[in-house]
Nanobody
Framework: QVQLVESGGGLVQPGGSLSLSCAASGINFSLYTMGWSRQAPGQERELVATITRGGSTNYADSVKGRFTISRDNAKNTVYLRMNSLKFEDTAVYFC????????WGQGTQVTVSS
């Protein structure tokens, strides 16, 4: 049974930083592309960043230069480091595993507010 468990969300002021983690279990994590997406209230889910099993990364234009995705295959964990946070980054952040079947975590809330 595949499980993805996010952690690290919270409340942060504009311009601040936050790091998210997503621990995977029940699957050979190192073989798969991992990613983060987010969904703000009343909006569609948006892809934020992906990282392939080889470490290649891709980012949404809205977060380029501010967010960094990384992975530690030894720990079966994918990370999202978020810097220079803006009000519009407020959303529930989900990690996912991209395979023949995609798996999603339960989400973690990130709120950017002064």
């Amino acid at each position: 049974q595949v499980q993805l468990v996010e952690s690290g969300g919270g409340l942060v002021q504009p311009g601040g930083s936050l790091s998210l983690s997503c621990a995977a279990s029940g699957i050979n994590f190192s073989l798969y592309t991992m990613g983060w997406s987010r969904q703000a209230p009343g909006q569609e889910r948006e892809l934020v960043a992906t990282i392939t099993r080889g470490g290649s990364t891709n980012y949404a234009d809205s977060v380029k230069g501010r967010f960094t995705i990384s992975r530690d295959n030894a720990k079966n964990t994918v990370y999202l480091r978020m810097n220079s946070l803006k009000f519009e980054d407020t959303a529930v952040y989900f990690c996912y595993l991209q395979g023949l079947t995609n798996y999603w975590g339960q989400g973690t809330q990130v709120t950017v507010s002064s």
